[in-house]
């Protein structure tokens, strides 16, 4: 099948990416996610090899040395990486895989897959997204002050996105996740033969 490809979904801490990627696959069952690997703890709820393959600091060094990982990155406090032939082996079933991560990833990936679409999800406001940390009650005083600080330094590589989507209302962001990965399985590139499909699509109506 043609057309896999890789949709990556940055955005700072409190954009909401969690919340938008969620409903985007609810939706969109042939979206599949990239479950990352990390050093972190994990949170009360979060499932090992669903949310995260939670792991240890020496774990994760003998993935990078092995070369293991598509991208990894040092993210506030902790470690995170794509686990790579996960990623490779559904692009060539033809799936869009969806990866959740932050800017230093998303350069890493850019500069090795040319084809990945880069999508930058943005809150409302900077109040509103310290008001989704201050909510969420997950990290601690010090750790949101970390991610706030951190949002704003994001902020400016939207630049080397393809598209932002601004998150006021879920369902608006998902909306236009969802025109970005419409336009984008039209693309010439995407498919190896245009004219062999229309016909094939000609047989199977004159059937
Ligand atoms: P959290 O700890 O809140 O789950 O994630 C913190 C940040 O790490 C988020 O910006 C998230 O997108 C990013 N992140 C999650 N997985 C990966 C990954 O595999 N690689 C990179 N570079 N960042 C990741």
């Known amino acids: 099948m043609d057309g896999g490809f890789l949709l990556v979904l940055s955005g700072p801490s409190g954009s909401g990416k969690g919340t938008v990627s969620e409903a985007l696959m609810e939706k969109n069952k042939d979206i599949i ?3 990352s690997v990390t050093t972190r703890m994990p949170r009360p709820g979060e499932v090992n090899g ?4 939670f792991t240890s600091i020496e774990e994760f060094e003998k993935m990078v040395e092995n070369d293991e990982l598509l991208e990894h990155a040092f993210v506030h406090t902790n470690y995170y990486g794509t686990p790579k032939k996960f990623v490779f082996d559904e692009i060539d079933k033809g799936e869009i895989v969806l990866l959740e991560i932050d800017v230093q ?3 890493q990936v850019k500069k ?4 990945a679409v880069f999508v ?3 809150p409302p406001t900077m109040d509103e997204l310290k008001s989704r940390l201050v909510k969420r009650d997950t990290e601690t005083e010090d750790e949101i002050e970390t991610r706030y600080r951190n949002a704003f330094q994001e902020l400016d590589f939207v630049g080397e996105y393809d598209y932002f989507v601004i998150n006021d209302v ?6 236009n996740i969802e025109d970005i990965i419409a336009a984008e399985k039209l693309r010439v590139k995407r498919h190896k033969d245009i004219k062999r499909e229309v016909q094939a699509e000609e047989r199977k109506n004159t059937k």
Request: charged fraction near 25%; avoid cysteine; hydrophobic fraction near 45%.
């Open 112 to 115: 090795k897959y040319k084809d």
């Open 120 to 122: 930058f999800l943005i």
């Open 50 to 53: 669903e949310n995260y393959f």
């Open 170 to 175: 879920i369902e608006n962001a998902v909306k």
């Open 33 to 35: 996610f990239s479950t």
């Open 105 to 107: 990833g998303a350069l």
